[in-house]
């Protein structure tokens, strides 16, 4: 459905996106996941025809953007960040306007009734759009991007400033929609990215800092397996004097609390102990076992979308 290739965008001497290069299939769901001025909302705009690249392609269906905009944009459903809305218009009213810019009469107010119907505002379709909670005002916007049933639906933010009661209603009904169209979606909060995206797309000044699904990504980054063991009654230096074998596996820390227990994490790289064929968690609760240390809790730490975003995106990150 979507091909970019070796995209970039410049404005004067900023590279605002440089070379970058992903697909979406159909009835995909991709985040974008970056930080404010990453380039996200710049890749979307050439995607839907408002920008041109300054170099490399971007295709919907096979079509380059730059050579077929309006077709293009017949394609694609936009929210922009900022809804494009008419405060002093009905919702029904700005449905029906919407629908006259994009459709032939005949079809005009089926297609009202069906994205009303979508996005649950049935209820609100006489109110003013000016007197709509912002959660609702999201989903005018929706209904505008999905009214003339685009195979292809570009999102920017759509989750921005929103509660979190109507967060979760706007996921839901995003989610929804992506079981039977192409979504691009983009956004900075990591949580979005795992609730609603099945591959993700991280963008880091202008540049791909990671993309495939978030086990993919996770497992790319781990390189092994982090476990962590609560025990009591046993202090830190009785601990690491009784890690014999376990001392040779790469990273091991332990930790005091205040309540009496300690927590040890093993980082065990591969996910298995040197050429030994037994699962690290398996051997580690042997170890603890065996020295009769008495445990309250074992699990495997998962690397989290967000853990991925704060390490591929810091600052502080030294030069790829």
Not at 9 to 37: C, H, I, M, R, T
Not at 80 to 88: F, K, N, R
Request: glycine fraction near 10%.
């Amino acid at each position: 459905m979507i091909e970019v290739r070796n995209l970039t965008k410049s404005y004067g001497k900023v590279e605002a996106v440089q070379n970058v290069s992903f697909s979406v299939g159909k009835d995909q769901v991709l985040g974008f996941l970056g930080p404010n001025g990453a380039g996200k909302t710049t890749i979307m705009k050439i995607l839907t025809g408002f920008h041109f690249p300054s170099s490399g392609t971007a295709l919907i269906d096979g079509i380059p953007v730059d050579e077929d905009p309006v077709g293009i944009k017949k394609r694609i459903g936009y929210l922009p960040e900022t809804v494009p809305l008419y405060d002093d218009l009905t919702v029904d009213e700005y449905l029906a306007f919407i629908a006259e810019a994009r459709l032939p009469p005949s079809l005009r107010q089926a297609a009202v009734n069906a994205s009303l119907e979508t996005c649950g505002l049935g209820a609100y379709r006489s109110r003013r759009i000016e007197t709509l909670s912002k959660g609702y005002r999201q989903r005018t916007g929706l209904a505008q991007a999905i009214l003339h049933d685009p195979p292809i639906l570009i999102l920017d933010e759509p989750t921005n400033g929103l509660d979190p009661n109507q967060i979760i209603e706007i996921r839901s009904l995003i989610k929804e929609l992506g079981r039977r169209k192409t979504v691009i979606l983009s956004t900075h909060i990591m949580q979005e990215v795992e609730a609603i995206c099945s591959q993700v797309l991280i963008i880091h000044e202008g540049k791909i800092a990671a993309q495939g699904t978030p086990e993919e990504i996770a497992g790319t980054m781990k390189g092994g397996d982090t476990w962590e063991l609560i025990l009591k009654g046993a202090d830190v230096i009785s601990i690491k004097s009784k890690l014999g074998l376990l001392r040779e596996i790469g990273s091991v820390s332990a930790a005091a609390h205040e309540d009496g227990t300690t927590s040890v994490s093993f980082f065990v790289p591969g996910g298995k102990f040197s050429d030994r064929d037994i699962p690290a968690g398996e051997m580690i609760f042997d170890w603890a076992v065996a020295e009769e240390l008495k445990i309250l809790g074992m699990n495997r730490k998962k690397l989290s979308v967000e853990d991925i975003f704060v390490s591929l995106t810091s600052e502080e990150r030294g030069p790829q």
